[in-house]
């Protein structure tokens, strides 16, 4: 693997990185040395951009399936830590507006929202009364009470987004891929349907 990882690392770069959350203990502790020869600024700059165009409703949907999983089996803890660690992160931290623009030189006018980041500053708020800041309160509420509120959540961030439909421009999604067309002259375009 090592060998691989060397001599074709960007061909192992996503593979890698989206499979190695499922490893188990050894298997996390053999990836921990193929980490470094993987690790690729612009690749992780190319992912995180693939995120940004993905609706706030499609983000939401995976990750509440792996939420309800942990909270039916009893696992409040490993809940509220997926929730501090990925979906809080995922949904809102990453796509705050300031974070996408701290690299703006002096006087440079902030690039519009993106729906992902324009989502964020409205339903941060939302998340933390639901969840607490950092998933707290999904240790303490009932389960039924947890199942409701992704339901209700769920339900509102799919309206939400059901009324973001047909063509736009990339960039309305991801401001690494309007820098990206316009070093290449490439106009890009996204469609959404309900």
Same mark, same amino acid.
């Given at each position: 693997?090592?060998?691989?990882?060397?001599?074709?690392?960007?061909?192992?770069?996503?593979?890698?990185?989206?499979?190695?959350?499922?490893?188990?203990?050894?298997?996390?502790?053999?990836? =921990?040395?193929?980490?470094?020869?993987? #690790?690729?600024?612009?690749?992780?700059?190319?992912?995180?951009?693939?995120?940004?165009?993905?609706?706030?409703?499609?983000?939401?949907?995976?990750?509440?399936?792996?939420?309800?999983?942990?909270?039916?089996?009893? =696992?409040?803890?490993?809940?509220?830590?997926?929730?501090?660690?990925?979906?809080?992160? =995922?949904?809102?931290?990453?796509?705050?507006?300031?974070?996408?623009?701290?690299?703006?030189?002096?006087?440079?006018?902030?690039?519009?929202?993106?729906?992902?980041?324009?989502?964020?500053?409205?339903?941060?708020?939302?998340?933390?009364?639901?969840?607490?800041?950092?998933? =707290?309160?999904?240790?303490?509420?009932?389960? #039924?009470?947890?199942?409701?509120?992704?339901? #209700?959540?769920?339900?509102?961030?799919?309206?939400?987004?059901?009324?973001?439909?047909?063509?736009?421009?990339?960039?309305?999604?991801?401001?690494?891929?309007?820098?990206?067309?316009?070093?290449?002259?490439?106009?890009?375009?996204?469609?959404?349907?309900?």
């Amino acid at each position: 693997m090592q060998a691989l990882a060397k001599h074709y690392p960007q061909q192992m770069y996503f593979p890698f990185n989206l499979s190695r959350q499922h490893y188990g203990p050894e298997g996390q502790a053999r990836a =921990d040395s193929l980490q470094p020869l993987l #690790r690729s600024p612009l690749m992780e700059q190319w992912g995180a951009a693939l995120n940004d165009t993905t609706y706030p409703a499609q983000r939401w949907e995976g990750w509440v399936g792996r939420l309800s999983g942990l909270v039916a089996a009893g =696992d409040k803890a490993g809940a509220r830590a997926l929730y501090k660690d990925e979906v809080y992160p =995922d949904m809102i931290t990453n796509h705050v507006q300031g974070g996408r623009a701290s690299g703006r030189a002096f006087g440079e006018k902030s690039p519009p929202a993106t729906v992902n980041s324009a989502f964020a500053a409205k339903w941060d708020s939302k998340f933390k009364e639901a969840f607490g800041p950092t998933g =707290d309160k999904i240790t303490s509420m009932p389960s #039924r009470d947890f199942e409701g509120k992704c339901a #209700r959540l769920g339900q509102a961030i799919k309206q939400e987004t059901d009324q973001v439909t047909g063509k736009r421009e990339l960039a309305r999604l991801s401001h690494w891929f309007e820098a990206f067309g316009q070093q290449t002259g490439w106009c890009i375009l996204s469609t959404h349907s309900k």
